[in-house]
C-alpha cells in the first residue's frame, strides 16, 4: 500500500472515530482523533475551548495539531467535522495523505447524535441541518468517498482498505 496516511473527514456522527479505530487496528496503523489530540494538547475539551476562546481560537489549535500529526507515517487521522473547510487544512491533509469522506445522511445523524447544545455548533435540529448542508460541498472534495448510513464499522473499514489497494 502506497498509502501512508488516511484523513477521514465527514459531519458529526458520520462515524470517523469509530471506523477510524476499526481501519487502523486492520492496518496495524495508529489511530489518532484529531480532536482528542487538541485536548491532549491544551489540557482543556472542545467544548471549554470554543466556550471561552471561541471558534477562531480552536481553530487555531486544530491547525497545529494537524500539522504535528500529518508528518507520522502510518496513521489514520480523524478529522474533526470543520477541519476540512478550512483550504490550508485540506490542501496540508491531500499532500500528506488519502483524504476519504465518510458520507452520512442527515436522517442518521438525527439517530447517532444528540442535538441539545453539548457538541460545540450543535443546538438546534435547524440550526445542525443547516451547518450539515454547508459543509457538505466542502467534505465533497475528498479524494475518496464512503457511505456509512448502512454498513457496519468492519465492513465500512473493509470498504476503504479495498478502494485504497485499488489506487
Not at 57 to 74: A, D, G, N, P, Y
Not at 125 to 134: F, H, I, M, T, V
Not at 142 to 164: R, Y
Request: charged share 30%; aromatic share 6%.
Amino acid at each position: 500500500m502506497s498509502v501512508s496516511r488516511i484523513y477521514l473527514v465527514g459531519f458529526m456522527g458520520s462515524g470517523k472515530t469509530t471506523v477510524g479505530r476499526r481501519l487502523a487496528k486492520k492496518l496495524g496503523w495508529k489511530f489518532i482523533d484529531l480532536d482528542e489530540e487538541i485536548e491532549r494538547r491544551a489540557r482543556r475539551t472542545v467544548a471549554d475551548i470554543f466556550r471561552e476562546n471561541g471558534e477562531a481560537r480552536f481553530r487555531q489549535h486544530e491547525h497545529h495539531s494537524l500539522k504535528q500529526v500529518s508528518s507520522l507515517k502510518q496513521s489514520v487521522i480523524a478529522l474533526g467535522g470543520g477541519a476540512f473547510l478550512d483550504p490550508e487544512n485540506r490542501a496540508l491533509a491531500e499532500t500528506t495523505g488519502l483524504t476519504v469522506w465518510l458520507k452520512v445522511s442527515f436522517a442518521k445523524v438525527g439517530d447517532r447524535v444528540k442535538i441539545d447544545g453539548t457538541r460545540p455548533k450543535l443546538t438546534s435540529k435547524e440550526q445542525a441541518e443547516g451547518l450539515y448542508q454547508s459543509r457538505e460541498p466542502h467534505y465533497a472534495l475528498a479524494k475518496l468517498h464512503v457511505s456509512t448510513d448502512n454498513g457496519t464499522p468492519e465492513t465500512i473499514a473493509d470498504e476503504i482498505i479495498e478502494a485504497v489497494r485499488k489506487l
